[in-house]
């Protein structure tokens, strides 16, 4: 069975920075995908960010594009997301997803999902 568990959430005044973890257990993801989303309340679930294989290619939203720094660390099958110069509107829930074939944006291309972990940039 397939677990993702984020960390790493928290509060922080804009500007500053946070490192997201997400740790995979059941499956050791070295095809696919792992990436992060996001969720604002009333808002849909947004891509943020992914690390594709075999060639460790990330890909981000326009939104976050020089601020958040997708990475990978093979040895602990987690992915991390550095989000840096935060700004209120990155507040939202995080989740990590996953998904042993390809790639993409949407949501419905991944088939395994973390819980998330809040975020929350003050003013």
């Known amino acids: 069975q397939v677990q993702l568990v984020e960390s790493g959430g928290g509060l922080v005044q804009a500007g500053g920075s946070l490192r997201l973890a997400c740790a995979a257990s059941?499956?050791?993801?070295?095809?696919?995908?792992m990436g992060w989303f996001r969720q604002a309340p009333g808002k849909e679930r947004e891509f943020v960010a992914t690390f594709a294989w075999p060639f460790g290619t990330t890909y981000y939203a326009d939104v976050v594009k020089g601020r958040f720094t997708i990475s990978r660390d093979n040895a602990k099958n987690t992915v991390y997301l550095q989000m840096n110069s935060l700004k209120p509107e990155d507040t939202a829930v995080y989740y990590c997803?996953?998904?042993?074939?390809?790639?993409?944006?949407?949501?419905?291309?991944?088939?395994?999902w973390g819980q998330g972990t809040q975020v929350t940039v003050s003013s």
């Open positions: 059941g499956r050791t993801f070295s095809s696919g995908a």
């Open positions: 997803a996953a998904t042993g074939q390809g790639w993409g944006r949407r949501v419905e291309s991944y088939g395994y």
